[in-house]
Nanobody, 119 residues
């Protein structure tokens, strides 16, 4: 089991910045980590991923504004969000994907942190 705890959400004005953190209960060294978000009335959507090798694909809607990074020594993943827009308002979730020795992927989710962008 992997427990994930997100933090860093809050209320910010349009154009502002926030940094989300996702702390894991175990080593994330070999895991793929990701951020997703869900706005009211919408399905959960993918935002960003960081692989164990450091690859960092981003959703088109956040390219140039968001950056994902990881600190394996702290078992923590970050999402730096700049130039925030009202449409970024959502609950942001962290996901960890662990691959077993047999190649089976197991996904673990955090409880989410609210981000509200409003003037």
């Amino acid at each position: 089991q992997v427990q994930l705890v997100e933090s860093g959400g809050g209320l910010v004005q349009p154009g502002g910045s926030l940094r989300l953190s996702c702390a894991a209960s175990t080593s994330i060294f070999s895991m793929t980590m990701g951020w997703y978000r869900q706005a009211p009335g919408n399905q959960r959507e993918w935002v960003a991923t960081i692989t164990s090798g450091g690859g960092t694909p981003l959703a088109d809607s956040v390219k140039g504004r968001f950056t994902i990074s990881r600190d394996n020594a702290k078992n923590t993943v970050y999402l730096q969000m700049n130039s925030l827009k009202p449409e970024d308002t959502a609950i942001y979730y962290c996901k960890a994907t662990k691959t077993s020795d047999r190649g089976t992927n197991y996904d673990y989710w955090g409880q989410g942190t609210q981000v509200t962008v409003s003037s």
